[in-house]
């Protein structure tokens, strides 16, 4: 969105009281630090790729724990190497990414991360298992031309869930993994 939008965005969920994601993405290119320091401060989840949580701490001035004091959690995609998970006074953790995805289109893949993540949020799961979730979705997206022209089946959601993070994780997962309707 328009930088100064998503500003009043989050200024209205401040207000509010509602809980709210910050993820400056690509505007933080064109964005100064003041501005990010007001997207930014207190949200829920800061969503940002590893070139992009440099940029941020370099324009705000912030530290690392700095953001930390800002955002209740932190969360950085890693491209092939996963994604980590930052919260103050918690050890961080990492999550692999699917392995074996044939790369086809990266369009979209940093929003499929964030709406497998999220929707996995809105089930109470792990962090772990909601980063899980996301690289999921996200490799799936990585494998087709187009944004949302993937599609999912089930069995092969479960297999590829299972073959990635275990039949542990899997089970978990498949408790919310819808079956097909008729």
Not at 36 to 50: C, K, P, Q
Not at 124 to 137: D, F, N
Not at 141 to 150: A, D, I, S
Request: hydrophobic share 40%; with cysteine.
């Amino acid at each position: 969105n328009d930088p100064g939008a998503m500003i009043r965005h989050t200024e209205e969920c401040r207000v509010r009281g509602f809980s709210f994601v910050a993820d400056p993405s690509q505007q933080l290119a064109w964005m100064e630090g003041d501005q990010i320091r007001l997207l930014v401060d207190g949200a829920a989840f800061l969503f940002t790729n590893e070139y992009e949580s440099a940029l941020l701490e370099q324009k705000t001035g912030w530290s690392a724990d700095e953001v930390l004091d800002r955002v209740a959690v932190r969360i950085t995609t890693l491209g092939a190497n996963g994604s980590r998970i930052h919260r103050r006074g918690e050890d961080p953790v990492s999550v692999p990414a699917i392995a074996d995805v044939h790369r086809v289109d990266p369009t979209g893949v940093g929003d499929a991360f964030r709406a497998g993540f999220l929707t996995a949020m809105s089930w109470g799961v792990s962090y772990e298992r909601g980063a899980q979730v996301g690289s999921l979705l996200a490799s799936y997206v990585l494998e087709t031309v187009g944004t949302q022209e993937y599609e999912l089946s089930r069995s092969d959601v479960l297999k590829r869930f299972s073959a990635a993070y275990g039949p542990e994780a899997a089970d978990e997962f498949a408790e919310y993994v819808s079956t097909p309707r008729p």
